[in-house]
């Protein structure tokens, strides 16, 4: 299994950036998609962003589209989430996932592992 922390939430006004990291261990990252997911108080947790095992193929959540960008450095077992163009609605606890295999897949089920997350709050 993979262990997983994050990193680089914090409080940023509508229209800001951040960067969230999450570095992982365990000998298998390099083989595993990771994914970005969120989940605002009240509300269910919902698929940000995934990655394969190469960085070679991406998908997003169509709210973030254009505004997120997923990558990773396999060097650094390190997977990135570029937010740009921050709204008050993407406030959440934002986690890091690693899949249990190499594609990229939106559904939580198929990510066995998982940070203890970070916080993003965009003020208006």
């Known amino acids: 299994q993979v262990q997983l922390v994050e990193s680089g939430g914090g409080l940023v006004q509508a229209g800001g950036s951040l960067r969230l990291s999450c570095v992982a261990s365990g000998r298998t990252f390099t083989s595993v998609a990771m994914g970005w997911f969120r989940q605002a108080p009240g509300k269910e947790r919902e698929f940000v962003a995934t990655v394969n095992w190469s960085g070679g193929s991406t998908d997003y959540a169509d709210s973030v589209k254009g505004r997120f960008t997923i990558s990773r450095d396999n060097a650094k077992n390190t997977v990135y989430l570029q937010m740009n163009g921050l709204k008050p609605e993407d406030t959440a606890v934002y986690y890091c996932?690693?899949?249990?295999?190499?594609?990229?897949?939106?559904?939580?089920?198929?990510?066995?592992?998982w940070g203890q997350g970070t916080q993003v709050t965009v003020s208006s």
């Open positions: 996932a690693a899949s249990g295999g190499g594609i990229i897949t939106g559904y939580p089920i198929s990510y066995p592992s």
